[in-house]
């Protein structure tokens, strides 16, 4: 059974930093691709970090310079640290691991404030 588990979400400052975890069980972490996702209140889902199974890194615009994804295999974890957090960073952060099928973790909320 494949799980994810997200932690590290919480109430932030802007301008503050967070670092989420991604645990991963039931698959071979380190031939997955793996990443996050965002979602804020009324919005569509949007990328907002991936991770090759070798390494290579990808951001969109809007976190990059702010946000850095990393792996550890032999912690079968993903992180995403997030600094100078915007109130638009704002949403529901979800882990995914990637092969040919993709699994989901279960959300962990981040709220930037003002």
């Known amino acids: 059974q494949v799980q994810l588990v997200e932690s590290g979400g919480g109430l932030v400052e802007a301008g503050g930093s967070l670092r989420l975890s991604c645990a991963a069980s039931?698959?071979?972490?380190?031939?997955?691709?793996m990443g996050w996702y965002r979602q804020a209140p009324g919005k569509e889902r949007e990328l907002v970090a991936k991770i090759t199974s070798n390494g290579r890194t990808n951001y969109p615009d809007s976190v990059k310079g702010r946000f850095t994804i990393s792996r550890d295999n032999a912690k079968n974890t993903v992180y995403l640290q997030m600094n100078s957090l915007e109130l638009e960073d704002t949403g529901v952060y979800y882990c995914?691991?990637?092969?040919?099928?993709?699994?989901w973790g279960q959300g962990t909320q981040v709220t930037v404030s003002s």
């Open positions: 039931g698959i071979t972490f380190s031939i997955y691709n």
């Open positions: 995914y691991a990637a092969l040919r099928y993709a699994y």
